[in-house]
């Protein structure tokens, strides 16, 4: 069964780092794109980035953009999303999604979400 | 605010149906798919319509998806107390991803 796994979320103080990982059962993340995406506490849900099959191509929110780094390990089976900088604002549940389809068509949409992780920034 | 508007709510009784509206503009759902996520409390999101209409493996024929120019919209027929959830619409706008900002989804 194909399968997604987040872990290392927990409480971290402002300004500190904590890094993310997605790891993948079942299917070669190699072949992939995968999405970051987070929920606040009673909110929506909020894209944070997006890393190309290849690790090169990489998409981030502007609420993110230079704190945040997302990059995948193939022989590890693992998508990292690498946060430093934190924010309040920061804390929700990140989940990391699989994306199927074409980037060409733009018709690119997220087909496996894992369970998520809970991050809280907090002092 | 998000950029892709659907109502915060909609209601109704076991059996009927329902239409679930995404608005956007010509730049964003206009010129791009459409894919639609339900979300139970507690659990993670999960896609329900893809390419503005295509339905995933065990997705029940009840749920469609429709688009016309700047619009979408998700149906849902037959509903039952199982598809009370939050349901998301997004698109890839080819550098970043937009998600509409939710409507719950109450089966009374």
């Known amino acids: 069964q194909v399968r997604l796994a987040e872990s290392g979320g927990g409480v971290v103080q402002p300004g500190r780092s904590l890094r993310l990982s997605c790891a993948a059962s079942?299917?070669?993340?190699?072949?992939?794109?995968f999405q970051w995406v987070r929920q606040a506490p009673g909110k929506g849900l909020e894209w944070v980035a997006l890393?190309?099959?290849?690790?090169?191509?990489?998409y981030y929110a502007d609420s993110v953009k230079g704190r945040f780094t997302v990059s995948k390990d193939n022989s590890w089976s693992t998508v990292i999303l690498h946060m430093s900088s934190l924010r309040a604002e920061d804390t929700a549940v990140y989940y990391c999604?699989?994306?199927?389809?074409?980037?060409?068509?733009?018709?690119?949409?997220?087909?496996?979400w894992g369970k998520g992780t809970a991050v809280t920034v907090s002092s | 605010q998000s950029v892709l508007t659907q109502p915060p709510s909609v209601s109704a009784a076991p059996g009927q149906e329902v239409t679930i509206s995404c608005s956007g503009s010509?730049?964003?759902?206009?010129?791009?798919?459409v894919s639609w996520y339900q979300q139970v409390p507690g659990t993670a999101p999960k896609v329900v319509i893809y390419n503005n209409f295509e339905r995933p493996a065990g997705i029940p024929d009840r749920f469609s998806g429709s688009k016309s120019g700047p619009s979408a919209s998700l149906g849902i027929t037959g509903l039952q107390t199982g598809d009370e959830a939050v349901y998301y619409c997004?698109?890839?706008?080819?550098?970043?991803?937009?998600f509409g900002g939710g409507t719950k989804l109450t089966v009374l």
């Open positions: 999604a699989r994306v199927m389809g074409s980037h060409l068509e733009k018709s690119i949409y997220m087909d496996v």
């Open positions: 997004g698109t890839w706008m080819s550098s970043y991803w937009l």
């Open positions: 079942n299917f070669p993340l190699s072949n992939y794109d």
């Open positions: 010509t730049s964003n759902i206009g010129n791009n798919y």
């Open positions: 890393i190309r099959f290849d690790g090169v191509g990489k």
